[in-house]
């Protein structure tokens, strides 16, 4: 990645005027928005959401690509192209929410003070309008008709990132192979930190078929899948002794049919954690060891992996960006901290690559999956202005 150069005063001064203009219609926009309930498996309204954004990014002449799909929401891809080669740059952001049809009737979207509460507006569509909002002022700024600071720009509108990016991820990554940078705009944390490193995790289900057998009259005769789930659920959290910063979880046992029934067949859900590659792959292999040794005998397993992601780790490159961004920020007038967090995002894809990343570039907010869920309205200029600005910095 090239030197980065922290845009002029007057620079930052009159993207921050523009976005400040735009504000009442950034309200507008988010309210509209957010009041499409867009739960990940809620395809017609992630698919409403995601064409909303297609439709604006191309007026700024974005090419729209879009990744169809008859279950989950559609991909779209939206790419910027200036005719003078120069860098690429990912913006990410997803239209879907962890909220279920019906939601919000409970929780309507309503601004309280400082904080604007709704279904998602903090993860994440607060972001996504802060990624097409930062690219409107620069157009609008710049007064020219090659207004793109880099030589390609690609808008990345995932469907699916609340349940692991399943269909996105092969997406992201092939964009990833030729991208210089990746800027993904989940919320920034709510004592206002960006994020430069992500655990990795994964998601993993084992079914456990066992035999049945009648519990009272022959138990012999049966093999207790919900038995071996319970060995293994025990050796499985073991792990989270083994190496630092790595957790283990069974989130889920879902077995037999009947007290007086030895049960034939038991379901595990698990979730895994890691700060970095080394210690996930010793993680992962331990996990499969474990689901693949059985205590009860003529058991068998079925291991089926359901999620999975690299660590976003922080590294020279990344944390060049952090740089640039702690300098903007110091010339907005505030002040900028990077920090780690266990929850993933699409920058473990990016970073995965080996592109550097960086997250948290939303407005602050939190209470993310929750009925609370806000962002701070006051964080909207400051937020917007220094996601342009970056993409300026990271310019030639």
């Not at 989940?186 to 084992?206: L, P």
């Not at 456990?208 to 022959?218: D, K, N, S």
Request: net charge negative; glycine share 10%.
């Amino acid at each position: 990645m090239a030197m980065t150069t922290i845009p002029a005063p007057d620079t930052l001064a009159r993207l921050r005027d523009e976005i400040e203009r735009r504000t009442p219609a950034f309200l507008a926009d988010l309210e509209t928005i957010v009041t499409v309930e867009s739960g990940s498996y809620t395809k017609a309204g992630v698919d409403e959401v995601t064409s909303w954004m297609a439709a604006r990014l191309a007026t700024l002449g974005a090419v729209i690509e879009r990744h169809p799909n008859d279950e989950l929401g559609d991909t779209v891809v939206a790419t910027l192209e200036r005719a003078r080669p120069g860098s690429t740059i990912m913006l990410i952001g997803h239209t879907d929410t962890v909220f279920e049809p019906g939601f919000l009737a409970r929780r309507p979207f309503e601004v309280k003070g400082d904080r604007i509460l709704g279904p998602g507006v903090s993860d994440m569509k607060g972001g996504l309008l802060v990624g097409l909002y930062a690219l409107e002022a620069m157009r609008a700024i710049s007064g020219d008709d090659e207004w793109l600071p880099v030589g390609r720009l690609i808008y990345v509108v995932n469907p699916d990132e609340e349940i692991g990016s399943p269909l996105s991820t092969p997406v992201i990554a092939e964009l990833a192979g030729s991208a210089d940078a990746a800027l993904v705009m989940e919320a920034a944390r709510a004592n206002g930190d960006v994020v430069s490193a992500r655990k990795g995790m994964m998601h993993i289900q084992a079914v456990l078929q066992g035999r049945a057998a009648h519990a009272g009259v022959e138990p012999e005769r049966g093999r207790s899948a919900t038995l071996e789930a319970a060995h293994k659920t025990v050796a499985l959290h073991a792990l989270n002794d083994r190496w630092p910063g790595v957790t283990v979880n069974v989130g889920e046992i879902d077995g037999g049919t009947r007290p007086n029934i030895v049960a034939e067949r038991c379901r595990l859900t698990i979730d895994m954690r890691a700060r970095r590659r080394t210690e996930q792959d010793e993680a992962e292999a331990a996990i499969y060891q474990i689901l693949r040794t059985a205590t009860v005998p003529d058991l068998t397993v079925e291991i089926e992996k359901l999620a999975h992601s690299r660590p976003m780790e922080k590294t020279a490159a990344s944390a060049a960006l952090v740089e640039t961004a702690v300098g903007i920020a110091s010339e907005l007038g505030f002040e900028l901290r990077d920090a780690e967090t266990g929850g993933g995002s699409d920058a473990n894809t990016t970073a995965g690559a080996g592109v550097p990343s960086l997250d948290g570039l939303g407005p602050i907010g939190g209470n993310d999956h929750t009925p609370t869920e806000y962002i701070e309205m006051s964080s909207i200029v400051p937020r917007t202005t220094l996601l342009a600005a970056l993409v300026l910095a990271l310019g030639d």
